[in-house]
């Protein structure tokens, strides 16, 4: 594990040490690429709600039973590596985090799997995605994956590797997100910068020196000299300028107005969301939010943004950490989306009283599901039934009521 151990010890620029990995230049001046679009604030926190809410997940191995129904197989090797620790490095959440963050920005994420000599697999490494590409073998046809570290690269078999695409043109790469949005990002980067200088110059975007006659060189230069070092930086925004020889100073306006400047951050803003469709109030933009429509984005935010993720992940690591004889037994892999309301302690209840009033569970199976100790006895596995709604069998069971009046009818008026 040492080889891909090794890469995540690098800085975040390290990586960039070619041309490729620097980047393209945007039409706004700034180069982007998948790492200094971290540094853009509305990338980053998109980027870290993905995958923050896929780690924080509950992931299980189940296997169906014959009549419907599965249950949690705690002794398959992969119920360990997925609920808990993939590595002996990483929890699954970082694991998952580390992985989904890949995806979100480079559109592909990537990792190792090891089997021992009996084909079991003992641990899941995060491969960096610079690292690894997938190739067509021209002899067999079949999809190999190139790691390439230290100018040496190893094929490794498509069986070892777990990826996850997304949106791609072909089935097997992604596309970059921050690639396809290069002019949005360039654009977000370019304001934040303009910002940061504005505000490091004392609010001052620049101005013009007037002089009736003509300086010298060093003249200039010492002006220039006197200019950088007491006219510049925040901490000297409000001292006066001592100008001589009848020189005048003419400021330049301030453009913020004119560009739009805070429009423009907006609307970037947004098309960032856009872009990795995470609600804007999840990154603290509650400019249009209200308590009813942030309940509805939150709930459109796990219908469309990530049940669309979780099923990648889904059939990626059945089809990966099982074999023909596995799945055909029944095993597969499945996220708990109940998770993601642990948060509304409120609902959660609400929805576990709905179905212990239906019948669906019993309260040992509530209180397992909130880490508390069942119930000893018959009662805890008992399952009720709500009184207004019986089954047809059961009503055609009851025996109808005779009329104490004992005319013989059973509503006592034949």
């Given at each position: 594990?040492?080889?891909?151990?090794?890469?995540?010890?690098?800085?975040?620029?390290?990586?960039?040490?070619?041309?490729?990995?620097?980047?393209?230049?945007?039409?706004?001046?700034?180069?982007?690429?998948?790492?200094?679009?971290?540094?853009?604030?509305?990338?980053?926190?998109?980027?870290?709600?993905?995958?923050?809410?896929?780690?924080?997940?509950?992931?299980?191995?189940?296997?169906?039973?014959?009549?419907?129904?599965?249950?949690?197989?705690?002794?398959?090797?992969?119920?360990?590596?997925?609920?808990?620790?993939?590595?002996?490095?990483?929890?699954?959440?970082?694991?998952?985090?580390?992985?989904?963050?890949?995806?979100?920005?480079?559109?592909?994420?990537?990792?190792?799997?090891?089997?021992?000599?009996?084909?079991?697999?003992?641990?899941?490494?995060?491969?960096?995605?610079?690292?690894?590409?997938?190739?067509?073998?021209?002899?067999?046809?079949?999809?190999?994956?190139?790691?390439?570290?230290?100018?040496?690269?190893?094929?490794?078999?498509?069986?070892?590797?777990?990826h996850i695409p997304g949106l791609g043109y072909d089935g097997i790469m992604g596309y970059s997100p921050v690639s396809m949005a290069r002019e949005?990002?360039?654009?977000?980067?370019?304001?934040?910068?303009?910002?940061?200088?504005?505000?490091?110059?004392?609010?001052?975007?620049?101005?013009?020196?007037?002089?009736?006659?003509?300086?010298?060189?060093?003249?200039?230069?010492?002006?220039?000299?006197?200019?950088?070092?007491?006219?510049?930086?925040?901490?000297?925004?409000?001292?006066?300028?001592?100008?001589?020889?009848?020189?005048?100073?003419?400021?330049?306006?301030?453009?913020?107005?004119?560009?739009?400047?805070?429009?423009?951050?907006?609307?970037?803003?947004?098309e960032i969301c856009g872009l990795f469709r995470v609600p804007p109030h999840m990154i603290a933009n509650l400019e249009r939010s209200t308590n009813?429509?942030?309940?509805?984005?939150?709930?459109?935010?796990?219908?469309?943004?990530?049940?669309?993720?979780?099923?990648?992940?889904?059939?990626?690591?059945?089809?990966?950490?099982?074999?023909?004889?596995?799945?055909?037994?029944?095993?597969?892999?499945?996220?708990?989306?109940?998770?993601?309301?642990?948060?509304?302690?409120?609902?959660?209840?609400?929805?576990?009283?709905?179905?212990?009033?239906?019948?669906?569970?019993?309260?040992?199976?509530?209180?397992?599901?909130?880490?508390?100790?069942?119930?000893?006895?018959?009662?805890?596995?008992?399952?009720?039934?709500n009184g207004n709604m019986i089954s047809t069998e059961t009503a055609s069971k009851q025996q109808p009521r005779k009329n104490p009046g004992g005319?013989?009818?059973?509503?006592?008026?034949?």
């Amino acid at each position: 594990m040492g080889v891909i151990s090794r890469v995540f010890n690098l800085s975040i620029d390290d990586h960039f040490k070619t041309e490729p990995f620097w980047g393209v230049k945007s039409k706004s001046g700034v180069t982007v690429s998948e790492s200094n679009a971290l540094k853009y604030v509305t990338v980053y926190s998109c980027v870290r709600v993905l995958a923050e809410t896929i780690g924080s997940l509950p992931l299980f191995v189940y296997q169906a039973r014959a009549g419907g129904g599965a249950d949690k197989v705690h002794s398959h090797p992969a119920y360990h590596l997925l609920h808990n620790a993939p590595n002996d490095e990483m929890t699954s959440q970082t694991w998952r985090e580390t992985l989904m963050g890949h995806i979100a920005l480079s559109g592909n994420g990537y990792s190792r799997i090891t089997l021992n000599r009996r084909g079991q697999i003992i641990d899941i490494f995060p491969i960096d995605w610079r690292m690894i590409e997938p190739v067509r073998n021209k002899k067999t046809r079949r999809i190999e994956y190139q790691m390439t570290e230290e100018g040496t690269t190893e094929v490794i078999n498509s069986d070892q590797i777990l990826h996850i695409p997304g949106l791609g043109y072909d089935g097997i790469m992604g596309y970059s997100p921050v690639s396809m949005a290069r002019e949005a990002i360039g654009l977000g980067l370019a304001s934040t910068e303009f910002a940061a200088r504005f505000f490091g110059q004392g609010m001052n975007i620049g101005g013009v020196l007037e002089h009736p006659g003509k300086l010298s060189d060093p003249a200039k230069q010492n002006l220039q000299k006197s200019l950088d070092e007491r006219g510049s930086g925040l901490a000297n925004s409000w001292r006066p300028f001592v100008l001589e020889e009848g020189m005048k100073w003419s400021r330049i306006p301030m453009p913020l107005t004119d560009a739009q400047f805070l429009e423009t951050r907006k609307f970037t803003r947004d098309e960032i969301c856009g872009l990795f469709r995470v609600p804007p109030h999840m990154i603290a933009n509650l400019e249009r939010s209200t308590n009813n429509n942030i309940e509805h984005q939150s709930l459109e935010f796990v219908k469309y943004t990530i049940l669309p993720w979780i099923t990648r992940w889904e059939q990626t690591l059945n089809w990966k950490l099982f074999g023909d004889n596995e799945r055909a037994r029944g095993l597969y892999v499945k996220f708990n989306v109940e998770g993601l309301l642990r948060g509304d302690y409120k609902s959660r209840q609400e929805g576990l009283g709905i179905q212990r009033q239906n019948g669906i569970i019993n309260a040992n199976e509530w209180r397992e599901m909130e880490e508390m100790n069942p119930i000893e006895g018959v009662s805890g596995d008992a399952y009720l039934v709500n009184g207004n709604m019986i089954s047809t069998e059961t009503a055609s069971k009851q025996q109808p009521r005779k009329n104490p009046g004992g005319n013989g009818g059973e509503n006592g008026n034949e």
